[in-house]
C-alpha cells in the first residue's frame, strides 16, 4: 500500500506520538487546571510544555498566546465570527478552502463584505490584486499559505507587509504548511495563525490552535465558545486571561501530548529536510504526470513554489474512477473530487469535476512516486 | 518548621510559567490546591519557602508574569 492522502491526514504517525497518547493516560490522566493533585499537575505540565514548543514552532514570543482548538477550522471560526462585525470588510482568496469560504459567506449574510483576490489559473496570487482591494476600511484579511488543492504557496509576508501599511492584521491558515514549511511569524509579519496538528506536524487529529500574536488586542475577539476553565471559578462571566478567554471545557489531553511529541520528531528533522525531501518528490511527480498525454496537472509546476500536494486528471475518465482504480489495482491511496475547496477548483479550472489528488510526506519514498507515475500512467492507458 | 508563602494565580498557564522559571533559579516549590482560607480564581498555587520571597518576587516581576498575589502561611 502506498498512502498519498496526507493532505486529508497523515499515516503513519511516528512511534513515539502515539506513545506520548499512551503514556498520557497512563501517567497524567488528570484534568489539567481543575483539581490540584498530581494526575492533573502532571496534565497542566504537559499541556505547557507543548504551549511553549507551539510557541518555538512558530517563533511566537509569548507562549501563553497559544490557543488550543480542535484543529485549524475552530481556529479560524474563532477569529472570523468573534472579530467581524456587521459593515465590516474583509480580504480573502480565490484559493481558500472552505474552512475560510463557509464562515465567511455565513458572515456575510449578517452583513460583512467579503472582497476576494482572483489568483490566476496556477493558482498564484499577483500581489497587485490585494493592492486594488486594499484601503483603511478593511477590518482583516485572511489568506490560506498553501493550498490544500494544489499545494501552491501563497506570499503571505509579501500580503502582511501590504495589510499592515492600512493596519490591518492578517490571519494565516496554515493548515497545509505547518511541518511542511518554515514560518515564522515574526519574520513573516502574521498575526493571527491558524494551525492543525494532524497533516504535516504529523500529530493526532482533533489537535491544532490558533496563534495571536502580540499587537492583537484580544478584547477584538470575542470567544467562540465559553465554559468552564478552571480559573476565577467564583464568577459567572468568563475569564479575559489568556489562554482561559478561549479554551472552555476540558482539552484535548492525551492529543496535545501526541502534538507535542509530534513536533519534538519534527524538531530533531528539521523543516530543511523535510522540505528538502518533499520538494525532489514534487518535482519527479510533476515531471512524471506531465509525460503522461491523457494526464493534465494543476496549479503551480514549480515545486519550490507549492508543498507536496499535486492535482490531476486523465481525459475522458472521472476522478473517482481513477481513484477508485488506483486503490483497488494498485494500493495507491489518494481523494478524489473538490477537497472541501470549491473556490480553489474554480480558480484552478477543475470545477465541479474536481481532481485526483497526490499527497506524499516524509515517509514516502522515491520508490512510491516511481510506482505512482506507473500506475497512473497504466490506467490512463486502459 | 519551615515557614511557607503562596503565591496565586489566574490561569493555570500562569503557574505552570511559574513553576518553571522559578525552578530554573533554583528556587525550591511546590505546587498544590490552593487554600480555601486565600480564596483564590485557580486551583493550584505555588508554594515556596517565605525566606525566597524576595527572590521570587524579583524574578516574577523580570519575567512580567501575571498572578494574583503572594500570600505568606500562617
Same mark, same amino acid.
Given at each position: ?51 511553549? %514548543?507551539?510557541?518555538?514552532?512558530? #517563533? ?37 478552502? #472552505? ?9 456575510? %449574510? ?41 499545494? $501552491? ?161 486523465? %481525459? ?30 474554480? $480558480? ?16 514516502? $519514498? ?17 | ?74
Amino acid at each position: 500500500m502506498i498512502y498519498m492522502d496526507n493532505a486529508a491526514t497523515s499515516w503513519p504517525k511516528p512511534d513515539m506520538v502515539i506513545e506520548a497518547m499512551k503514556n498520557y493516560y497512563y501517567q497524567a490522566g488528570g484534568n489539567p487546571g481543575r483539581s490540584g493533585h498530581r494526575l492533573s499537575v502532571n496534565g497542566a505540565r504537559m499541556m505547557y510544555e507543548c504551549r511553549e %514548543k507551539v510557541a518555538a514552532f512558530f #517563533n511566537l514570543k509569548d507562549s501563553l498566546r497559544v490557543i488550543f482548538t480542535s484543529g485549524s477550522t475552530q481556529a479560524i471560526n474563532l477569529v472570523l465570527r468573534g472579530m467581524l462585525k456587521p459593515g465590516d470588510h474583509v480580504i480573502t482568496t480565490s484559493m481558500e478552502h #472552505n474552512a475560510v469560504m463557509r464562515p465567511l459567506r455565513r458572515l456575510e %449574510k449578517a452583513g460583512i463584505n467579503i472582497h476576494i483576490a482572483e489568483c490566476n489559473r496556477e493558482g498564484e496570487l499577483d500581489i497587485s490584486t490585494i493592492k486594488k482591494l486594499i484601503d483603511p476600511s478593511v477590518r482583516l484579511v485572511v489568506i490560506n499559505h498553501a493550498s490544500n488543492v494544489s499545494g $501552491t504557496i501563497l506570499p503571505v509576508e509579501e500580503v502582511a507587509s501590504i495589510s499592515h501599511m492600512f493596519g490591518i492584521p492578517v490571519l494565516v491558515d496554515a493548515s497545509q504548511s505547518a511541518g511542511s514549511i518554515e514560518i515564522d511569524m515574526e519574520k513573516m509579519g502574521i498575526d493571527l495563525l491558524a494551525f492543525t496538528g494532524h497533516k504535516e506536524l504529523l500529530g493526532p487529529t482533533g489537535t491544532g490552535g490558533l496563534l495571536i500574536n502580540n499587537n492583537i488586542d484580544v478584547s477584538q475577539i470575542e470567544p467562540l465558545v465559553c465554559g468552564g476553565t478552571g480559573s476565577r471559578s467564583e464568577y459567572e462571566q468568563q475569564p479575559e486571561d489568556l489562554p482561559d478567554r478561549y479554551e472552555s471545557g476540558t482539552a484535548n489531553t492525551a492529543g496535545i501530548a501526541g502534538l507535542s511529541a509530534s513536533l519534538d520528531w519534527i524538531n530533531v528533522r528539521g523543516i530543511p529536510a523535510v522540505r528538502e525531501h518533499a520538494e525532489k518528490m514534487t518535482i519527479k511527480l510533476i515531471e512524471g504526470l506531465s509525460d503522461i498525454k491523457e494526464v493534465k496537472v494543476y496549479g503551480v509546476k514549480n515545486a519550490e513554489q507549492s508543498v507536496p500536494i499535486v492535482s490531476f486528471t486523465i %481525459k475522458d475518465k472521472t476522478v473517482s474512477e481513477v481513484g477508485f482504480k488506483l486503490d483497488e489495482e494498485f494500493g495507491i491511496l489518494t481523494r478524489v473530487g473538490l477537497h472541501c475547496a470549491p473556490a480553489a477548483h474554480k $480558480t484552478l479550472g477543475s470545477f465541479p469535476e474536481g481532481t485526483v489528488r497526490l499527497s506524499p510526506n516524509i515517509f514516502n $519514498t522515491m520508490e512510491d512516486i516511481e510506482s505512482t507515475i506507473e500506475a497512473v500512467r497504466e490506467v490512463a492507458l486502459s | 518548621m519551615n515557614e511557607y508563602s503562596v503565591i496565586l494565580f489566574h490561569t493555570t498557564s500562569s503557574v505552570m510559567q511559574t513553576e518553571k522559571v522559578l525552578k530554573q533559579e533554583g528556587i525550591a516549590v511546590k505546587l498544590i490546591p490552593t487554600p480555601r482560607e486565600l480564596s483564590s480564581d485557580c486551583g493550584i498555587s505555588i508554594r515556596f519557602n517565605k525566606s525566597d520571597r524576595e527572590k521570587v518576587e524579583k524574578i516574577i516581576e523580570v519575567n512580567s508574569i501575571e498572578f494574583d498575589s503572594i500570600n505568606d502561611l500562617n
